[in-house]
């Protein structure tokens, strides 16, 4: 029922312990209804921010915190996840969609986050800024390693001029070259991790 004016909303009202263990006891062993497209759609509304109760809400830390607490341990049904893999079939997210994903999995955030022990070239190297150079490079290549000539694999995006030691290039389409997994390693074996310029990439090419 859609919400009207003067229906009772009980804000902040709690069931007792005794309530609780009534209504899960009530329900123990029913299966839920599926969910229609129109219960569907109201919850989304909802969760946007759309419908009166709920417009402009903002959960505190501490609600968060309960959610996630409460929700800890808890397994889809099969069901589930099959619709939410028909749901998300063939869907294409937005640039702007996948950069926020990626920024609010960043720093400490993440689920890998160490307390801040990556050096600052790790942290780059792991950006987006990096993957997509990384993808030009193949795409530039026609996914071909310069070394073997075999197309596809695994390939490395090699710098010409290294990383490390030539800051203002580590992002400059012409400063990368594809190589075979194979190749990288020979040329580093060969080179050294360091210092590593265009003459050798033409030495290496070339022997």
């Known amino acids: 029922m859609p919400f009207q004016k003067g229906h009772k909303i009980r804000l902040g009202f709690h069931n007792s312990v005794e309530a609780r263990k009534k209504i899960s006891l009530a329900l123990k062993g029913k299966k839920k209804p599926p969910r229609t497209a129109d219960h569907s759609r109201k919850i989304s509304e909802a969760k946007k921010g759309t419908l009166p109760w709920n417009t402009g809400k903002k959960w505190s830390d501490e609600i968060k915190l309960k959610i996630g607490k409460a929700a800890k341990g808890r397994r889809h049904s099969q069901q589930w996840k099959k619709m939410m893999?028909?749901?998300?079939?063939?869907?294409?997210?937005?640039?702007e969609w996948r950069d926020n994903i990626s920024k609010s999995k960043q720093g400490a955030k993440s689920h890998f986050w160490k307390g801040g022990i990556s050096s600052k070239n790790d942290i780059l190297r792991e950006s987006a800024k990096n993957t997509s150079w990384r993808q030009?490079?193949?795409?530039?290549d026609d996914w071909t390693c310069r070394k073997y000539k075999i197309k596809g694999g695994i390939l490395n995006a090699h710098h010409i001029f290294n990383f490390a030691d030539f800051p203002s290039v580590r992002f400059a389409v012409a400063n990368g070259?594809?190589?075979?997994?194979?190749?990288?390693i020979q040329?580093?074996?060969k080179y050294g991790q360091t210092k590593n310029t265009a003459e050798q990439i033409i030495d290496f090419l070339t022997s």
């Open 187 to 189: 040329f580093h074996k």
């Open 177 to 184: 070259i594809t190589l075979s997994e194979k190749a990288h």
């Open 85 to 95: 893999r028909t749901t998300m079939t063939g869907r294409k997210l937005s640039k």
């Open 136 to 140: 030009s490079v193949f795409e530039r």
